[in-house]
């Protein structure tokens, strides 16, 4: 059985709040408001993505790296001179004033991360060093479209609904609703916990070593 899609939720948000058409606008709006609330509180596994760039000495500024849109946090970035077929290390992120932009030939310690838009790496890392940075994600509303599923329903939905149920309490002027969906969002809160700490344990049990050498 497919998962559901977003209309689907829409649609049992429309079912549930049973106010008609009234709210089909707002509905999705505060669906992702939803989202958005659970994805700044925790980091899911499901969330984790990769972005690859190598050093190209012919760009402007080859040590500047562009975050994408949905960048919350970092998680590890890995540099490589071999592609990581051989070996790799692992830079840490440092505060801006311990962050050495250093000159070519000078030893890589780590990246400064700006404003969350940029990252900056030392000038030692030599053209053509791949760059592996793992980060956190955010849900963006573009992949909330109606046809289009998410993992964030597979694993979360008595929390959206609950919390997407109390947030248009006041609009549709149901207070109690506050109090009434407060439970099924607690549990399904939960459950996302569980369905999170399930998926890292496979990870990490599913994990084999050899990529880092010395």
């Avoid at 939960?190 to 344990?201: I, N």
């Amino acid at each position: 059985m497919a998962d559901i899609t977003w209309k689907d939720f829409y649609d049992l948000i429309r079912l549930e709040a049973n106010k008609g058409s009234t709210l089909d606008e707002l509905i999705p709006l505060k669906v992702f408001q939803a989202v958005r609330s659970l994805e700044q509180n925790e980091s899911f596994k499901w969330n984790e993505k990769l972005l690859q760039a190598k050093i190209d000495s012919t760009l402007d500024n080859p040590y500047l790296l562009e975050l994408p849109s949905d960048f919350k946090s970092p998680i590890t970035l890995n540099i490589s001179t071999t592609e990581f077929g051989e070996c790799m290390d692992t830079l840490e992120m440092q505060d801006p004033e311990d962050f050495a932009f250093g000159s070519e030939g000078s030893p890589a310690f780590g990246y400064w991360l700006q404003n969350n838009r940029w990252i900056w790496l030392p000038k030692s890392l030599a053209d053509g060093t791949s760059v592996a940075f793992w980060y956190n994600a955010f849900t963006l509303k573009s992949e909330m479209a109606p046809e289009l599923t998410s993992p964030i329903l597979r694993y979360g939905q008595e929390a959206l609904l609950g919390l997407t149920m109390q947030s248009l309490a006041a609009t549709c002027r149901e207070p109690t609703w506050r109090e009434l969906y407060e439970p099924l969002a607690s549990i399904g809160i939960k459950t996302l916990h569980v369905a999170d700490a399930e998926l890292r344990r496979a990870s990490a049990t599913g994990s084999f070593g050899g990529l880092r050498n010395g």
